[in-house]
């Protein structure tokens, strides 16, 4: 087992296992692979992966990407997979009051802030299933029920990737809304292009790396057309001054806004 750029990686061996452990915890999964059948899969790219001293590794995000393209069929034809990608939160400055727009599902900024934050999703059932720690509100992040100058920090985890494109500047007017004066909006978020790409849909898929914990995650959505260098002149145009920004990888990036 290998660390490269936040990712887990795994050797031929440690692959096996964890194939064949999916295998028993998963009904729809039911092949069985030899390592010479993985070894088979990685050289032909079926299993994307690298080589580390003259062997093959893949990340655990591809692993759980190969099993849902072999679940799901059909589905996957209409899909443009990204990648995967690797981000360590474990020393991340998020300060006071926070609102986590999209907060529901994984509510990764929840188990990571607790009881600082509120949550914020438009779907029940996507704060239902995130785990207890913030206060969970159902809201729309086009009109936040919040007075001005509220938070210290507003946090969006791969959440404006789901929020149609010309509805961006609306959620970013608001979040500067109900910012306090040099309080920070800090975005996560992935690059979608629609150029020489027929798919309907993209995906890709994260390893998280909590204080405590390691959080593997996948996110799909029917395609925006959006990059870093788009949500800054929105940003600006809004009133935001970049602070930082932070290129994860080629398909991701972290960007710390001021009000």
Not at 15 to 39: A, C, M, P, Q, R
Not at 135 to 163: C, G, R
Request: aromatic share 10%; hydrophobic share 35%; charged share 25%.
């Amino acid at each position: 087992m290998r660390k490269v750029n936040n990712l887990t990686y795994l050797n031929l061996s440690e692959i096996h296992e964890s194939l064949k452990k999916e295998v028993e915890d998963n009904d729809k999964f039911n092949k069985t692979f030899s390592e010479e059948d993985i070894l088979h899969l990685l050289v032909n790219g079926e299993i994307r992966g690298i080589k580390i001293e003259g062997n093959f590794y893949a990340n655990q995000c591809e692993l759980k990407h190969f099993i849902d393209k072999y679940v799901n069929v059909e589905i996957h034809k209409l899909v443009q997979y990204g990648g995967a990608v690797g981000i360590n939160l474990t020393d991340v400055k998020l300060n006071g009051k926070i609102l986590d727009i999209g907060g529901g599902g994984e509510g990764i900024i929840g188990q990571l802030k607790g009881d600082n934050v509120i949550a914020i999703d438009s779907r029940r059932d996507e704060l239902e299933e995130a785990k207890g720690g913030p206060l969970k509100i159902v809201m729309d992040a086009k009109e936040l029920m919040f007075l001005d100058n509220t938070f210290d920090t507003v946090t969006s985890f791969f959440t404006l990737m789901y929020i149609p494109s010309i509805d961006h500047q609306k959620v970013l007017e608001e979040i500067y809304r109900v910012l306090k004066q040099d309080g920070e909006f800090v975005l996560w978020d992935t690059v979608m292009s629609k150029k020489n790409n027929t798919k309907d849909f993209y995906s890709i898929f994260l390893e998280i790396q909590l204080p405590n914990k390691s959080v593997l995650t996948g996110y799909g959505v029917g395609k925006n057309e959006q990059s870093l260098n788009y949500f800054i002149e929105l940003a600006e145009k809004v009133g935001f001054k970049v602070v930082n920004t932070q290129e994860l990888s080629n398909i991701a990036y972290n960007l710390r806004l001021r009000k």
